[in-house]
């Protein structure tokens, strides 16, 4: 395992990128936003921007192919979770929710029972306003989860 790990960003939707940020330049762990050519994203110390064309997967994509073990990837996406967790990074949703082999299956199950819902016809919630409180738990995971990471590799 590298000595610190990189917090990595899927940077389109993401509701807490500052939090991020702050928390990074704080502990001296670098960053990276992935986003595609829809968003201007600008680079600032320690954040080093990545864009790629706007097709449905390029962000996801990039991302899988440029993560190593003990990364931490930021990202609401179940799929994109599912392989960051089978290449040994770890995953936290924008609401600090830690996504893990023992809870991602149960995720995209219920995923796939809401679009089938959808698809026939039936309604769904979606996600609540993202709060204050909220991302203010999203940024005391990611510190535990940095100190935890940082942590192992002083063992």
């Given at each position: ?7 990595v ?5 993401c ?8 928390t990074?330049?704080q ?14 994203l ?34 609401g ?8 967790i ?33 698809r ?36």
């Amino acid at each position: 395992m590298k000595a610190k790990p990189t917090i990595v960003v899927d940077a389109d939707s993401c509701p807490v990128k500052q939090q991020i940020q702050e928390t990074a330049s704080q502990m001296g762990v670098p960053v990276v936003m992935v986003a595609s050519y829809d968003h201007l994203l600008l680079p600032k110390d320690g954040v080093r921007v990545i864009q790629v064309d706007r097709s449905d997967q390029s962000v996801d994509l990039y991302i899988a192919n440029s993560i190593s073990p003990g990364d931490i990837v930021v990202t609401g996406d179940f799929g994109l979770a599912c392989i960051v967790i089978s290449k040994g990074a770890i995953v936290l949703s924008p609401r600090g929710e830690e996504y893990t082999e023992a809870n991602i299956d149960y995720l995209m199950d219920r995923r796939h029972e809401s679009a089938r819902r959808r698809r026939s016809g039936g309604k769904t919630k979606g996600p609540r306003a993202m709060s204050e409180a909220d991302r203010q738990l999203f940024q005391q995971k990611l510190t535990k989860v940095l100190l935890e990471q940082q942590e192992k590799c002083e063992l």
